[in-house]
């Protein structure tokens, strides 16, 4: 599959030098970077999420092979579809997927399945790509869209995910994309996202999974996030940091209908 870009000139600028610039006043230059084993960063049109996405991604060394995990807004494609080959055609350049990634993930769950109908048309994915290829030319994708799953499944397959990157022997990212409550009020979404984001910074997926569910947290990107999560503690992160939480409003002016937005480094 050869996958053309779906939201590009909607969510992002579809013009290369218009994008890179924007990506440029998007991410810090300064400061220093670490290791990370995970980050969670949202994906809403730029003007809205990407100063938090660009903070959060200037925190860490870009490694060449990244996994990225996003929710399912389409409903199309199996429960856990993974791309296993083929390249995504973006306005910075074409990324190839790193095919030995996915045959590992393959090999290390059978919840996980070659699905491209999945990966089409989906947004949650897409956006996070130029900020990784800004930050890393010789960047490999390995692309996972994930629907609703339970926490048993979520285990299974974030396990899976910390075993192929192991047997993988090389430095891997995790990119875990969500957005966080969609269309409360600030106060309301500040407070429902903060149950949310504690669980994060405690490490702790299902508590994350729990939180969310139980409080009916409209967080799209909640199964994404905990498998992340499992997979991190799996290779034995031992923090998470919150980068920056913000909302719509920032930019809209409207705060009585927002989409919260946060970024997290887990390391």
């Not at 949650?124 to 799953?149: C, D, G, N």
Request: proline content about 6%; glycine content about 8%.
């Amino acid at each position: 599959m050869r996958r053309a870009p779906a939201v590009a000139d909607q969510f992002y600028p579809g013009a290369p030098k218009t994008l890179t610039r924007m990506l440029t006043e998007l991410m810090p230059r300064d400061g220093p970077k670490q290791r990370a084993i995970a980050v969670v960063c949202p994906h809403a049109g730029y003007v809205y999420s990407g100063r938090v996405a660009g903070e959060t991604f200037a925190r860490v060394e870009m490694p060449e092979d990244v996994i990225i995990l996003g929710p399912n807004h389409h409903g199309m494609g199996a429960e856990v579809a993974l791309m296993a080959e083929g390249e995504w055609e973006m306005p910075l350049g074409t990324v190839p997927i790193n095919t030995e990634l996915a045959r590992l993930l393959l090999a290390e769950s059978a919840q996980i399945e070659a699905d491209t109908a999945a990966h089409r048309f989906e947004h949650s994915l897409e956006v996070q790509v130029p900020f990784l290829q800004y930050l890393q030319p010789k960047l490999r994708l390995t692309p996972l869209v994930i629907s609703h799953l339970s926490f048993a499944t979520c285990q299974e397959v974030g396990r899976a995910v910390a075993a192929a990157i192991r047997a993988y022997g090389k430095p891997v990212l995790i990119v875990a994309s969500t957005d966080m409550t969609h269309y409360e009020s600030r106060a309301v979404a500040a407070a429902k996202d903060r149950r949310a984001i504690e669980q994060v910074l405690a490490l702790d997926p299902k508590g994350l999974y729990n939180t969310v569910i139980g409080n009916r947290i409209t967080m799209c990107g909640i199964m994404p996030t905990t498998i992340a999560l499992i997979a991190a503690v799996e290779l034995r992160a031992a923090k998470a940091e919150l980068v920056r939480y913000t909302d719509s409003g920032e930019t809209s002016g409207d705060t009585d209908q927002v989409v919260g937005y946060a970024g997290f480094v887990v390391s």
